[in-house]
C-alpha cells in the first residue's frame, strides 16, 4: 500500500498484495482506455488498494456522473491526489522566488543609474563652478546641485522602500517552503512522520551504526473489523488517537511515524531492550484500557488493542534487516494472541488482558 500522506509516495504492498492489485488494475485501465504509463497505473493501482480515500471519492463521483477518465484526468488525479498537490505548490514558490529577485535586481540597475546620473551631474557641475565668476551663476549651479541630490535622495527612499517590501516577500515565500518541506514529511492523517521521512531516518542511524537503537512496530488488531463496523471516519478517528499516546513518548530521542494503513513505528534512540520494552508496554496497555466512542453517541467501540513488536539495532544492520526483526517479533505477538509485546529473540511478554 502507499502511504498516501508521503512526497513522493511510499508503497510497502507485500508481493502477493501488489500481484493482486495488479490483477485489478489492469481491467480498470482497458475499460476506460487509458494508456498504460506509469501516471496512470499509479492512480488505478491506488484506488484499487482502498488506501487513498480522496482519490477513490474523485473518481467514484465522475463515473457516477457517466463523466470520462480521460489521460488528462488521471494526469490531474495524479498530481492531487498522489503527488498532494506538492509539484504545483512548488512551481507557483518557484516563480514567487524568481519575480522577488527580478524585481530586486530591476531596483538596483534603476539605482546604480541613479548614482551615475548624479555623478555625471556633480562633475558637470564643478566644471561650471571652476569657470564661474558670477554670484548669479554660481547660485543656478548650487541650485542645481540641490535639485539632483533631491532626486536621489528621493529614488534612494523608493529603493529602500522596494527592497523592504521584498524582503517581507522573500520571508513569506520562505516560510512557504518550510510547510511544504513539513508537509513532504508529516502523514496528514495522523500527525507522526510518514513512512519517506523514517526511512530516511533509520537509513541514517544504520549508516552510522553509532548509536544504539530500538525499532517498535506497531500494529492495531483486528482493525479492519473496525472499519468494517463503525465505517472509516471512526478508523482514522482511532488511528489519529493511538498517534497521540505515541506521541507522549516522543522527544528528540524518540521518533514516531506512520509505517503504513494502521501500523505504526517507533526508533528509540540510546535505549535498550528493556527501555523499549517499558515504553511498548505504557503505549499498549493505555490503548487496550481506552473506549473510544461513535460519533454523536455515547456508545463505546469496545476494547481495541495493540500488538508490538521490538527489535534492538545490531551491527552491521540495514534498514531491511532490522525491520524483518521487528516484524518477526511483531508476528509472534499476534501468534500468540495479540495485545501483547514481543522483544526480538525473546518469548512473547504475557500482560493482562
Sequence with gaps: MANQSSFPPVYTDAFQQASENLRRTLPLINRYQTPINPVNYAVWYEYVSGNNQALINAIDT?????????????QYLYEKYVLLGMPERLEQTNNGLRLVVDNTINNINRAEIAAGDFTSDLNQSQSLLENCDDIADIKNVLAGILENTRKLSQSSSGLKQELAESTQEILKLRSELEAVKQEARIDGLTGLLNRGSFNKELSQLCRTGQVKFALMLFDIDAFKSVNDRFGHALGDKLLQFFATLMNKHCDDLHIAARFGGDEMAMLLLHSNAHEAHTIAES???????????????QESIGEVTVSIGVGIFQVGDSPISIIERSDQALYKAKAAGRNRVVVSSSEPVKTAI
Excluded at 503505549?283 to 453517541?297: M, N, Q, V
Design 283 to 297: 503505549i499498549r496497555s493505555s490503548f487496550a484500557e481506552s473506549r473510544l466512542k461513535k460519533k454523536g453517541s
Design 62 to 74: 465522475r463515473l457516477t456522473k457517466g463523466e470520462e477518465i480521460s489521460p488528462e484526468i488521471t
